[in-house]
T-cell receptor
């Protein structure tokens, strides 16, 4: 499983756009990039998944360059409730049968 | 949406006793469930993969006789912490994937906080 590297922590203010970049230099051809969000004392919540270029949903955007060795999660106009830990994972598309190995994650703190 | 529940949400037990944690997929069937543990300010650590009708697969360093896993139906997996000790105090989280689904998504439970005194 490809190892991922993210910043340990980030700070932002309400209303700003937050971009969290994840490195996955050893990503395999069939791997997808998935991001999860976790609030304290709760289970992780799926945010977004992508393979290449750009993916957007109602919560976030995911940008993946052509070499796929990194990806950037973009959260538009964050609010205090976006304060959480964000995990970047690399997994095969049938992710359920393959184990999800969580890295350290990025602890995002949104300030008023 | 797919919902996974865990019971209990919190449990306090005495050292030497055993504790059972349930993980249920409420509105879907799951052939595979996963169990994680998480220490404060740390990431999730995969403990084992629970397969319906067969033995669980444990990650390296996880004692199978200490953490008993039973996946008896397509909607229920249980984790039993046997002879619990204070160092077993942790946040235990399960996840599940739908049967025969093309979805890549795993659905996580809300977690169970175990405190061993």
């Amino acid at each position: 499983l490809a190892k991922t590297t993210q910043p340990i922590s980030m700070d932002s203010y309400e209303g700003q756009e937050v971009n969290i970049t994840c490195s996955h230099n050893n990503i395999a051809t069939n791997d997808y990039i998935t991001w999860y969000q976790q609030f304290p004392s709760q289970g992780p919540r799926f945010i977004i998944q992508g393979y290449k270029t750009k993916v957007t949903n109602e919560v976030a955007s995911l940008f993946i360059p052509a070499d796929r060795k990194s990806s950037t999660l973009s959260l538009p106009r964050v609010s205090l409730s976006d304060t959480a830990v964000y995990y970047c994972l690399v997994t095969l598309p049938s992710g359920g049968y393959n184990k999800l190995i969580f890295g350290a994650g990025t602890r995002l703190a949104v300030h008023p | 949406g797919a919902v996974v529940s865990q019971h209990p949400s919190r449990v306090i037990c005495k050292s030497g006793t055993s504790v059972k944690i349930e993980c249920r997929s409420l509105d879907f069937q799951a052939t595979t469930m996963f169990w994680y543990r998480q220490f404060p300010k740390k990431s999730l650590m995969l403990m084992a993969t629970s397969n319906e009708g067969s033995k669980a697969t444990y990650e390296q360093g996880v004692e199978k006789d200490k953490f008993l896993i039973n996946h008896a139906s397509l909607t229920l997996s249980t984790l039993t912490v046997t002879s619990a000790h204070p160092e077993d105090s942790s946040f235990y989280i399960c996840s599940a994937r739908m049967v025969a689904s093309s979805s890549y998504e795993q659905y996580f439970g809300p977690g169970t906080r175990l405190t061993v005194t």
